[in-house]
């Protein structure tokens, strides 16, 4: 059985450390999405959570990248931030239609992120996943749901998720609660303990453990190792897999991708 593929990236690629960090020396800010893209597999992009862009730009970054990289498209934060989520209908179709199809091959999962304060609530986020279309413009759309509130923590949302084919983030946080569930037809993870006093980001031996999760995922598996909150069977098929070294340790995030990726070389 093929294993899918395991792409390890960042969170964007304009960060002002990473020009002493990552980027060589003199490298112009505007070929760094180029350089960054030669180094990694994929990059969550942070700014269209606050901004919408141009079709345009979504072109210029596709053209910037090579075959077989893509991007992680943080979606508005009017879409998820609001009290009832069957009002975000307007708001979803005006983040999907900015242009986001031109990035064509190089579209990745559209992340929906929900403040810690969000609560789960059935009929109200069912609302929500009814909103989340499977294509656009002929593109076929991956969905990656990022909660943050404690009461999440139940296989009744495991279960609604993986009724809409939607996959529920895997965080690695200090804080907020990790739900390791395979729901989609992919898994996306977010490590963010790291640390900048860390060459790597994160230990070896962490780098080492998340190697093997990843790996376990992309060929179907569930990590035993990782907390679950439904128990029930899945197929064994493979995924395609996405990890981002992110919020801590950000300093060190470039290196950590680079050094869990190469795990897989």
């Given at each position: 059985?093929?294993?899918?593929?395991?792409?390890?990236?960042?969170?964007?690629?304009?960060?002002?450390?990473?020009?002493?960090?990552?980027?060589?020396?003199?490298?112009?800010?505007t070929r760094q999405l180029e350089y960054a893209a030669g180094q990694l597999r994929v990059i969550e992009v942070n700014g269209t959570?606050?901004?919408?862009?141009?079709?345009?730009?979504?072109?210029?970054?596709?053209?910037?990248?090579?075959?077989?990289?893509?991007?992680?498209?943080?979606?508005?934060?009017?879409?998820?931030?609001r009290k009832k989520l069957a009002e975000a209908e307007g708001s979803?179709?005006?983040?999907?239609?900015?242009?986001?199809?031109?990035?064509?091959?190089?579209?990745?999962?559209?992340?929906?992120?929900?403040?810690?304060t969000k609560k789960f609530e059935p009929d109200d986020f069912e609302d929500f996943l009814r909103l989340l279309p499977q294509?656009?413009?002929?593109?076929?759309?991956?969905?990656?749901?990022?909660?943050?509130?404690?009461?999440?923590?139940t296989p009744d949302f495991v279960g609604l998720v993986r009724r809409y084919g939607a996959t529920i983030v895997c965080a690695d946080h200090p804080e907020?609660?990790?739900?390791?569930?395979?729901?989609?037809d992919f898994v996306y993870t977010r490590l963010q303990k790291g640390a900048d006093d860390n060459p790597r980001c994160y230990r070896d031996a962490d780098m080492d453990v998340w190697a093997g999760r990843l790996r376990s995922w992309a060929e179907g598996d569930t990590p035993d190792d990782l907390p679950r909150l439904d128990d029930t069977a899945q197929k064994k098929t493979p995924r395609d897999v996405y990890a981002f070294f992110i919020t801590n340790g950000k300093v060190r995030a470039p290196a950590g991708a680079m050094a869990l990726q190469q795990k897989f070389s």
């Open positions: 059985m093929t294993a899918g593929k395991i792409r390890v990236g960042i969170g964007g690629w304009t960060f002002d450390p990473w020009n002493e960090s990552f980027y060589p020396d003199k490298l112009p800010k959570y606050y901004s919408s862009q141009k079709p345009a730009t979504f072109a210029k970054w596709a053209a910037s990248v090579p075959d077989g990289f893509v991007f992680s498209l943080k979606a508005s934060r009017y879409c998820t931030n979803i179709e005006k983040f999907l239609g900015q242009g986001i199809t031109e990035l064509g091959d190089r579209l990745g999962p559209i992340l929906w992120q929900f403040m810690p294509t656009r413009d002929g593109i076929k759309l991956s969905h990656a749901i990022e909660v943050r509130h404690p009461s999440f923590l907020y609660p990790m739900i390791a569930d395979v729901t989609g």
